[in-house]
């Protein structure tokens, strides 16, 4: 059974960072392009950031140079650190394994709030 955990969430003022976390289980980890998407309130979910299995990364413009996904292939993990976070940020943050030929799997969120 695939399982991917978001963990990390939380509130954070305007300007503060975040690390989440994604520990998956049930997939050869190494072998999957791994992305955090989010879904704000009222907007539809959209991509945040992509690292593949090659460890190439690609960025949301509305994140680059503040975010910066990475992977452990030892643990099964993926992060993104979120740093100089905006209210726009607030969103359900989700964790994303895909490759091809292979279902795409999908975590269940960790709240993130950036409000003063």
């Known amino acids: 059974q695939v399982q991917l955990v978001e963990s990390g969430g939380g509130l954070v003022q305007p300007g503060g960072s975040l690390r989440l976390s994604c520990a998956a289980s049930?997939?050869?980890?190494?072998?999957?392009?791994m992305g955090w998407y989010r879904q704000a309130p009222g907007k539809q979910r959209e991509l945040v950031a992509v690292i593949t299995s090659g460890g190439r990364t690609n960025y949301a413009d509305s994140v680059k140079g503040r975010f910066t996904i990475s992977r452990d292939n030892v643990k099964n993990t993926v992060y993104v650190q979120m740093n100089s976070l905006k209210a726009e940020d607030t969103a359900v943050y989700y964790c994303?394994?895909?490759?091809?030929?292979?279902?795409?799997?999908w975590g269940k969120g960790t709240l993130v709030t950036v409000s003063s």
């Open positions: 049930g997939i050869t980890f190494s072998i999957y392009s």
């Open positions: 994303n394994a895909v490759r091809a030929g292979s279902a795409a799997y």
